[in-house]
């Protein structure tokens, strides 16, 4: 509450020419705290102070007070102060007063290039809120900024005001002739049209030195779908020593369908961080030579999890005619990430639409993997989706498992869509029971499986009174997917029972 005596003890303190920095700073403080535009003056006074933390304080203070007046009149100034904590204290102050005169603009212009990464980014803060980009070739220079909080801000001003003909020149010099990571995020933000601007510096941006650099121009080249990207990306990745940069070189250059891949990739699949890309890009060659590597990649213990995860996953995208008897084996393999990687190739294969003397093979296989590989449960749930014939295997499977999250995935795979069928009679019948499940995941998905049914027959289930006395338990106490879940079986009963 504003107190007379208090204030009048502030600025006493202000006045006393005995009073040292540590009094003036806490009269300023407390001037800010609990003064009113009428003591501005003092505080612009203060703003002169030859103590910094004094001159900080009263930065502060004025943008508290909230005299828009008075900050227009001196904080300007003291954005340019020589301490970088008077700086800082202002420009938040400007910010909060939402100062927006020519001197404040330009003061936050002159931010950007301040050393003190928080002053940087007030000034970005600012300059987005004011509407302009301010002093343009420092703000496109913040793109390499090490501090992701003053880039990341300096990029989205940028993109604000890419239309900007002056913005939109200084980055492409900055696409051209910049350095390190600015010119990688400048060839990364501009529209195609400006392709014709960059082409040769594209060529040479593959030789830089900075590997985001080199990334970068690599997919701007890509993108342009001339036929030389396919020549500059594969002499740019004979001569690459930086596994990132390799390993979207070879994405690319797989992407492309361009052969020479194949030869190129062999000497990064026995890195770790680059093998993994080494093996997609065979597998996006179609030829007869990358899929002799794919398998001698599969059976290469030597190579890390990941490299052979990529490979199978790979073959199972190729379609090709063994494919499924390749990856089979591995899903008992003791690799987790082969085991991760042979049921994503399965997966890619059984939407590809198998051939009929390969589906009941897979369907054994993969409700074997269901209830005896536990960290593959709903991986290998939603490649048996797209295999109506596994039905039967997952109805036993429902019944008799021990496994709670088991018992979850094959409940959700039941889809009793056919009131007349026994088979289907019996799914409402085990989805009834699965509410009276004690595990949470169990209850979720009968509630979600009944709700088909509902909606597939336009009935209700048997025993829905008991039914809807339990679900309205469950949007009380259940947790919260369970209580949505209820609450959509509910109305799904309404519906019918109108």
């Avoid at 006074?45 to 009149?73: F, K, M, N, S, Y």
Wanted: net charge neutral; aromatic share 2%; hydrophobic share 45%.
């Amino acid at each position: 509450m504003y107190s007379e005596h208090q204030v009048a003890y502030f600025l006493r303190e202000l006045a006393d020419p005995e009073a040292g920095p540590g009094r003036r700073e806490a009269a300023v403080k407390g001037l800010g705290r609990i003064g009113r535009p009428e003591h501005s003056a003092h505080l612009v006074r203060a703003t002169r102070d030859p103590e910094p933390a004094v001159r900080a304080a009263a930065a502060q203070a004025l943008g508290r007070i909230g005299d828009r007046d008075a900050g227009a009149q001196t904080l300007p100034a003291l954005m340019a102060d020589e301490d970088p904590i008077v700086r800082r204290r202002a420009s938040r102050a400007a910010i909060r007063l939402a100062l927006d005169g020519e001197a404040a603009t330009e003061a936050f212009r002159q931010l950007l290039r301040d050393p003190d990464h928080h002053l940087r980014i007030n000034a970005l803060e600012a300059l987005r809120t004011l509407g302009t980009p301010g002093d343009i070739p420092a703000l496109v220079r913040l793109l390499g900024d090490p501090d992701p909080a003053v880039w990341g801000r300096a990029d989205g001003l940028v993109r604000k005001h890419k239309r900007d003909p002056a913005v939109e020149a200084e980055v492409v010099r900055a696409a051209r002739e910049g350095t390190g990571p600015a010119r990688a995020r400048a060839l990364d933000m501009l529209p195609a049209r400006c392709n014709a601007r960059l082409h040769d510096s594209l060529l040479d941006a593959l030789r830089d030195e900075c590997p985001q650099v080199r990334i970068a121009a690599a997919r701007r080249l890509a993108r342009t779908g001339e036929d030389s990207a396919a020549d500059a990306l594969a002499t740019a990745l004979a001569d690459e020593r930086d596994p990132e940069a390799a390993g979207w070189l070879l994405n690319l250059l797989g992407r492309l369908g361009d052969r020479r891949v194949t030869g190129l990739a062999a000497r990064w699949l026995h890195h770790a961080e680059a093998g993994p890309a080494a093996a997609h890009a065979l597998g996006a060659v179609d030829t007869p030579e990358a899929a002799a590597r794919l398998r001698a990649v599969l059976d290469d213990r030597t190579l890390s999890g990941p490299t052979r995860a990529a490979a199978a996953m790979a073959v199972g995208e190729s379609g090709a005619r063994h494919a499924v008897w390749l990856l089979l084996p591995l899903l008992d393999d003791a690799d987790p990430a082969l085991r991760a990687g042979a049921m994503e190739g399965l997966s890619a294969l059984v939407r590809g639409g198998l051939r009929p003397w390969e589906r009941p093979a897979v369907v054994r296989s993969l409700v074997t993997h269901l209830s005896s590989v536990p960290d593959n449960v709903w991986r290998t749930r939603n490649v048996l989706a797209h295999l109506p014939q596994a039905l039967p295997a997952v109805r036993d499977l429902a019944d008799r498992t021990p496994s709670t999250e088991v018992r979850a995935a094959a409940l959700s795979l039941l889809d009793p869509r056919a009131p007349g069928d026994r088979n289907a009679r019996e799914d409402v019948r085990r989805l009834l029971d699965g509410l009276e499940d004690p595990h949470e995941s169990v209850r979720y998905q009968a509630a979600l499986g009944l709700k088909r049914w509902v909606k597939a027959s336009g009935t209700p289930p048997p025993e829905s009174a008991g039914v809807r006395e339990r679900l309205l338990t469950f949007t009380t106490e259940g947790s919260p997917r369970l209580q949505q879940a209820a609450a959509g079986l509910l109305e799904a009963l309404a519906e019918v029972g109108r």
